[in-house]
T-cell receptor, first 114, second 113 residues
Framework: DQQVKQNSPSLSVQEGRISILNCDYT??????FLWYKKYPAEGPTFLIS?????DKNEDGRFTVFLNKSAKHLSLHIVPSQPGDSAVYFC?????????????FGQGTRLTINP | KAGVTQTPRYLIKTRGQQVTLSCSPI?????VSWYQQTPGQGLQFLFE???????NKGNFPGRFSGRQFSNSRSEMNVSTLELGDSALYLC????????????FGSGTQLSVL
């Protein structure tokens, strides 16, 4: 049962344009959402997060939007740069029995074309 | 400050064997989590250790086990390896287990033949 889903395995965007990565979740217990970025041969690195009490969080070129009623979040990258080419993982967090549990999506491979 | 270190970087085993992977967290971090990454499945949570105690566990069979030592270093063991265990195994550390502040190692790529 995939509680966090990234339905697009890959996305190709032209340099300078907007990249939009999407993520859906099913469990309403999730109260914190994160995006991680992963380059080949490296571990994922934290990119940006959002609490369930907010609907938008911005950090430079990266903005995350949360639609709780639709159980959907998205990551916008504007403008897209070649260095943004990586695999992006969406993750959702909830506290179960006093321990925080993080559930990841399958990942979306973003390619920025010059 | 050194990052999360995972050894070995690559491993090739045959079916039925067992394997032990090692993870050294960032100095001062007491929480270590393990994840399995396979194409199409993303990162699947295996377990989390905090101060030598398993605090959280994912939905993996009992062939997957782990432990944490007093210096916070952690090992993960997989017994009776199956072809489907081929994956990248990632270790992440944090000071408290706070999901935002997870720092990942580069992983151990396990191939089961």
């Amino acid at each position: 049962d995939q509680q966090v889903k990234q339905n697009s395995p890959s996305l190709s965007v032209q340099e300078g344009r907007i990249s939009i990565l999407n993520c859906d979740y099913t469990n309403s217990m999730f109260d914190y959402f994160l995006w991680y970025k992963k380059y080949p041969a490296e571990g994922p690195t934290f990119l940006i997060s959002i609490s369930s009490i907010k609907d938008k969080n911005e950090d430079g070129r990266f903005t995350v939007f949360l639609n709780k009623s639709a159980k959907h979040l998205s990551l916008h990258i504007v403008p897209s740069q070649p260095g943004d080419s990586a695999v992006y993982f969406c993750a959702a967090s909830a506290t179960f029995q006093g321990a925080q549990k993080l559930v990841f999506g399958q990942g979306t491979r973003l390619t920025i074309n010059p | 400050k050194a990052g999360v270190t995972q050894t070995p970087r690559y491993l090739i085993k045959t079916r039925g064997q067992q394997v032990t992977l090692s993870c050294s967290p960032i100095s001062g971090h007491r929480s270590v989590s393990w994840y399995q990454q396979t194409p199409g499945q993303g990162l699947q949570f295996l377990f989390e250790y905090f101060s030598e105690t398993q605090r959280n566990k994912g939905n993996f069979p009992g062939r997957f086990s782990g432990r944490q030592f007093s210096n916070s270093r952690s090992e993960m063991n997989v017994s009776t390896l199956e072809l489907g265990d081929s994956a990248l195994y990632l270790c992440a550390s944090s000071s408290t287990g706070d999901s935002e502040k997870l720092f990942f190692g580069s992983g151990t790529q396990l191939s089961v033949l």
